[in-house]
């Protein structure tokens, strides 16, 4: 089957470095996306990998590994702003999106 | 966890077809469902949020007239692209919510030539 794990919570500090990593098990890879989504508010788009390596967008990043089947969003420079959920998604050779449960990001001053 | 379905996953049509997109609670009752629309590498614009036995409501800019919704039952709801044409070429999504928490479906992609 098609599987997208992700943690369900992590807690950080505010101004410190956290990583989010997503697994992956798809059948086919058209890309993977990172979201970010507050509570009561529509996903917002983070991020678009489809080949290896890093992408970096301010303090933002994400990186992918095609053959590892992973990928993960490197947040910088965390802000209070940044609590929300991280919802990793791959689009698999139908074109599907395969969705994770989220990751719940706690920022603490 | 909560799973939600999308039928078809891929439709392709001629301009001026109608298409329905049907979105699946499958093992759990969804008193609301969104609907959403992606654009390439973009954000998902919330269409639409619809209510069990209820008018949906519209995001602004959304014309209800042509996306039509329907929530018939706590498992399904369905969205008809009315008149298509190769601008509403696109993908959408729908998510239901659960216990507070909003799970997605996997998408329908709307090729309109």
Known sequence: ?109 | GAVVSQHPSWVICKSGTSVKIECRSLDFQATTMFWYRQFPKQSLMLMATSNEGSKATYEQGVEKDKFLINHASLTLSTLTVTSAHPEDSSFYICSATAAGEQFFGPGTRLTVL
């Open chain 1, 1 to 109: 089957g098609q599987n997208i794990d992700q943690p369900t919570e992590m807690t950080a500090t505010e101004g410190a470095i956290v990583q989010i990593n997503c697994t992956y098990q798809t059948s086919g890879f058209n890309g993977l996306f990172w979201y970010q989504q507050h509570a009561g508010e529509a996903p917002t788009f983070l991020s678009y990998n489809v080949l290896d390596g890093l992408e970096e967008k301010g303090r933002f990043s994400s990186f992918l590994s095609r053959s590892k089947g992973y990928s993960y969003l490197l947040l910088k420079e965390l802000q209070m702003k940044d609590s929300a959920s991280y919802l990793c998604a791959v689009m698999d050779s139908n074109y599907q999106l395969i969705w994770g449960a989220g990751t719940k990001l706690i920022i603490k001053p």
